[in-house]
């Protein structure tokens, strides 16, 4: 079975720039999350998706960052401008229903830097 | 706010010894508990949970141990091994936005020397 997919793995820009990641969850998970990790730190929230309605999003920058999940299906996640501080890794993940007592999968993540 | 956190943040042991991670949270109304693994360049990877009505659960080479009245959590990795250098998560979930919240502390990168 498929695990998370996410694209692009790796993405450098220039600050004030846009910038867009991609999700595909593990076939027939409702939930869908959106986490950024700094360096050494542990994954944040950003957003989470059952199915496609965005049930927490309250740690989503609004004004910089948007995400959607269309179809219930995959998701993406939006940066548009970019900031120096928005370098991180952006994790997606999924799992079968909400996560209290339901094994999360991440994705490998997509690295990027902003410069 | 209330969060999760870690005693120490890295730890090196000698291949074949057993590891024990510790971490310790403070939200006291938290009964689902989990570690994660993560691999350099790999997102975190589920080991094993507990939930509060349980002090202690083993898997394969792991155990946790939970003690509520200090609030504290532990992972012990029993013959440990090269492939067990990672840096290991802990994290607790809340209840938030309509839902539960997973909240992960910083982390304890394990060393496993040969």
């Known amino acids: 079975e498929a695990g998370v997919v996410q694209s692009p793995r790796y993405k450098i820009i220039e600050k004030k720039q846009p910038v867009a990641f991609w999700c595909n969850p593990i076939?027939?998970?409702?939930?869908l999350y959106w986490y950024r990790q700094n360096l050494g730190q542990g994954p944040e929230l950003l957003i989470r998706?059952?199915?496609?309605?965005?049930?927490?999003d309250s740690q989503l920058p609004k004004d910089r960052f948007s995400a959607e999940r269309l179809k219930g299906v995959d998701s993406t996640l939006k940066i548009q401008p970019a900031e120096l501080g928005d370098s991180a890794v952006y994790l997606c993940?999924?799992?079968?229903?909400?996560?209290?007592?339901?094994?999360?999968?991440f994705g490998e993540g997509s690295w990027l830097t902003v410069v | 706010g209330e969060s999760v956190g870690l005693h120490l943040p890295t730890l090196s042991v000698q291949e074949g010894d057993n590891s024990i991670i510790n971490c310790a949270y403070s939200?006291?109304?938290?009964?689902?508990f989990i570690w994660y693994k993560q691999e350099s360049g790999k997102g975190p990877q589920f080991i094993i949970d507990?939930?509060?009505?349980?002090d202690k659960r083993q898997g394969q080479r792991v155990t946790v141990l939970l003690n509520k009245t200090v609030k504290h959590l532990s992972l012990q990795i029993a013959a440990t091994q090269p492939g067990d250098s990672a840096v290991y998560f802990c994290?607790?979930?809340?209840?938030?936005?309509?839902?539960?919240?997973?909240?992960f502390g910083a982390g304890t990168r394990l060393f496993v020397k040969a």
């Open positions: 998706y059952e199915n496609e309605e965005a049930v927490d």
């Open positions: 993940a999924s799992s079968f229903g909400e996560s209290s007592g339901n094994t999360i999968y």
């Open positions: 076939s027939g998970h409702n939930t």
């Open positions: 939200n006291s109304a938290s009964d689902y």
């Open positions: 994290a607790e979930d809340q209840r938030g936005g309509g839902g539960f919240k997973t909240i």
């Open positions: 507990i939930r509060s009505n349980m």
